[in-house]
């Protein structure tokens, strides 16, 4: 039993040897085997999920065996190994789903080295879900950003390029700032592993004077992972950087990356900073107005979108919107909330973004939306995929947006005063807008137009990820309060 606990490194030292195993084989073996290692690696975080959940314990995991400030540290808990697994169901269901486009879109000798990108972006994922100190978090965050922009620009068209640059640019600016608030972390605490950090933060914080550097250097830290991830206003380099990827990438960078930024974000407000200090912290106050932006801005931007791909990116600023909303009320019920959005988002957003270059195929390979007019009635099981995540998007119950929604609702109960009425009625425009814009979007593709044969031919590789995404959809809004539990017992854990 206890051979569980290795599996959190496992996980990280196997997919930086996939990465490197991926550029010595060939293409199509090459997605074999990632498909077969992401399953594994699937095994293993839902066995440390099962052993965290049965045990009620979290286990720490030392690298190399070296103390505070300098050694590496991995945790697992009920929070981190249900991110961890979620994360890795979604990762393979875009690998299988997005296959067609990866041949289609990336020249054949060059697929090998997609695969080994995103095998390398998988050791990232899992060490950012796992890391139990700061310097480690910030290491594997460089790594996110390399592979982000790799996916971007190996299918070498003259607006994934822009896109890749524009991407790194921002994201490099990030980086920089999350490292110095790290520095400057380092500096005070004279430790880079979480909870001494939190230790040396809750003595220094009633000081004055260090109170005040605490704030800056936490304000400077989160900055960067707001630019990183997407919080407006520094939300516009997620259309071309969404519409122009690939569909494989596009649902990897959109439910996955962005939402490994949230999640060390809250894991070093949490275990770094300490949430009781947080919520002492104007920073709070900051995200949660940036978030209420982001939910009305992001969605006004999707209305004015002039083609499918870009609508679905805008929508996804608007969701990062709801996420730092829930951040910005605090306390268990708000960070619960926004977690839960993060899984809801994954889940949802993957499947856009998976089924709308489907829908272009049968428009004429058009994403704008005068093109495809009666194309989910051209192909039916890319219509209903299509679907089922817009309902959710737009707060449809038994969906897992709806549960969403009802989970930001009631934490902004429990803060009450004009917090409530702030979020009460975001939530209210928002979801209007959403509906505005998605079911123009439905209507649209379900009005009968010129041709209603269907034209691209489906396997099992398409439909299977697609149908796994559907149920997880419906898991979340049908059974919302056991991934609200488990949420609950890892905010637990980590006091």
């Keep these: 039993?206890?051979?569980?606990?290795?599996?959190?490194?496992?996980?990280?030292?196997?997919?930086?040897?996939?990465?490197?195993?991926?550029?010595?084989?060939?293409?199509?073996?090459?997605?074999?085997?990632?498909?077969?290692?992401?399953?594994?690696?699937?095994g293993m975080s839902g066995a440390v999920l099962w052993y965290t959940v049965s045990t009620g314990q979290s286990f720490t995991y030392v690298m190399g065996e070296f103390p505070a400030p300098w050694g590496n540290e991995l945790r697992a808990g009920v929070l981190e190994a249900s991110i961890a697994t979620l994360f890795m169901c979604v990762m393979l269901c875009a690998v299988l789903a997005g296959r067609r486009y990866v041949n289609k879109d990336i020249d054949e000798i060059k697929i090998n080295t997609y695969y080994a990108i995103i095998n390398l972006m998988t050791a990232a994922v899992m060490a950012m879900a796992w890391t139990n100190d700061i310097f480690s978090g910030y290491v594997f965050l460089e790594i996110l950003t390399l592979t982000s922009c790799g996916i971007l620009i190996v299918r070498e068209i003259g607006r994934t390029t822009l896109a890749a640059v524009r991407y790194m640019i921002l994201n490099l600016v990030g980086s920089g700032l999350f490292l110095l608030g790290v520095v400057l972390l380092y500096d005070i605490t004279g430790n880079l592993l979480m909870v001494p950090m939190q230790h040396q933060i809750s003595?220094?914080?009633?000081?004055p004077e260090a109170r005040i550097v605490l704030i800056m250097a936490t304000g400077i830290l989160t900055i960067g992972l707001s630019i990183k991830s997407g919080l407006f206003p520094f939300h516009y380099w997620m259309p071309d950087t969404y519409g122009w990827a690939t569909p494989t990438s596009a649902a990897i960078l959109s439910s996955l990356v962005s939402k490994c930024y949230i999640f060390l974000l809250i894991k070093i407000y949490w275990r770094v900073i300490g949430v009781d200090i947080f919520m002492d912290m104007p920073i709070r106050n900051i995200l949660f107005v940036l978030g209420l932006c982001g939910m009305i801005f992001g969605s006004v931007s999707a209305i004015r979108a002039d083609n499918i791909n870009r609508m679905v990116a805008f929508s996804s600023a608007a969701q990062i919107g709801y996420i730092y909303m829930g951040i910005g009320l605090g306390g268990t019920a708000g960070f619960m909330a926004a977690v839960f959005h993060i899984m809801a988002h994954s889940v949802t957003k993957s499947q856009l973004f998976l089924t709308t270059p489907r829908l272009a195929e049968v428009s004429?390979?058009?994403l704008k939306f005068k093109s495809m007019q009666g194309c989910a009635l051209r192909d039916p099981n890319a219509g209903l995929f299509f679907l089922i995540p817009s309902l959710s998007m737009i707060g449809i119950p038994i969906l897992a947006g709806f549960s969403s929604k009802l989970n930001f609702a009631m934490a902004a109960a429990d803060d009450g005063g004009i917090r409530l009425v702030l979020v009460m009625l975001a939530l209210a425009a928002s979801s209007m807008l959403n509906a505005l814009y998605f079911i123009r979007t439905l209507i649209r593709i379900y009005t009968p137009g010129k041709d209603q044969k269907a034209r691209i031919p489906h396997r099992w590789d398409y439909n299977g990820p697609m149908i796994v995404l559907t149920i997880g959809n419906l898991a979340m809004g049908l059974f919302s309060w056991v991934f609200v539990g488990l949420i609950e017992q890892g905010f637990g854990m980590f006091m």
Excluded: H, Q, W
């Excluded at 206890?2 to 997605?31: E, H, Q, W, Y």
């Excluded at 003595?203 to 000081?207: P, Q, R, S, T």
């Design 1 to 42: 039993m206890d051979f569980i606990r290795n599996f959190p490194m496992f996980s990280v030292v196997l997919s930086l040897f996939s990465g490197v195993l991926c550029t010595m084989i060939r293409g199509k073996k090459a997605r074999i085997y990632t498909i077969f290692y992401e399953c594994l690696l699937i």
């Design 364 to 366: 004429g390979d058009s």
């Design 203 to 207: 003595v220094m914080y009633g000081i």
